[in-house]
């Protein structure tokens, strides 16, 4: 669907987008979260640690904080298209561009929420020391804190 947004947009950044794209999923997501995680060699919920097994070495689990800063070379993964997406609304003003925009937004959110959050770090080992999970520990820490106050109140 994003190299669809983009090809819309201008068809050479369509083909730029696709061949980062590429590099982003089998070079820098692997190497930055996927050798040192624990479901290095196993199925995760996106599958790529079973990837990551076939295309690199291990690296050391205890280090899994280290490259995970460059995680933010993925943010064009998911930014790019949402950019160019908004766009073509405001550009062509049409149903269409509103629809695939509309889509695109919807495959982002349920990607994000359901993907990483539900079916990711609730179910993951590394969960309470992951980057990508605080937002998941700090939602945790937040019900537990109400619980615990509720609980104190009665």
């Known amino acids: 669907m994003a190299v669809y947004i983009i090809f819309g947009f201008y068809n050479i950044l369509a083909y730029?987008?696709?061949s980062y794209l590429a590099i982003a999923i089998t070079i820098i997501l692997p190497l930055a979260r996927?050798?040192?995680c624990y479901y290095?060699?196993?199925?995760?919920?996106i599958s790529w640690g079973k990837v990551a097994s076939f295309l690199y070495p291990k690296g050391?689990?205890?280090?899994?904080?280290?490259?995970?800063?460059?995680?933010?070379?993925?943010?064009?993964?998911?930014?790019?298209?949402l950019l160019v997406g908004l766009l073509q609304l405001v550009r062509l003003r049409d149903l269409q561009a509103l629809l695939i925009f509309a889509i695109y937004l919807m495959i982002l959110f349920i990607s994000r929420r359901f993907l990483?959050?539900?079916?990711?770090c609730k179910q993951c080992h590394q969960r309470l020391f992951c980057p990508g999970a605080s937002s998941f520990r700090r939602k945790r820490e937040y019900l537990a804190s109400d619980?615990?106050?509720?609980?104190?109140?009665?």
Do not use: D
Not at 40 to 45: A, M, Q, S, T
Not at 62 to 79: A, C, D
Not at 116 to 120: E, F, K, L, S, T
């Open 147 to 154: 619980a615990a106050a509720e609980g104190s109140a009665n």
């Open 34 to 36: 996927c050798t040192r």
């Open 116 to 120: 990483q959050w539900h079916a990711g």
């Open 40 to 45: 290095y060699g196993k199925v995760c919920h």
């Open 16 to 18: 730029f987008y696709a």
């Open 60 to 81: 050391k689990e205890e280090l899994f904080k280290e490259n995970f800063k460059y995680s933010v070379f993925l943010y064009p993964v998911w930014m790019i298209p």
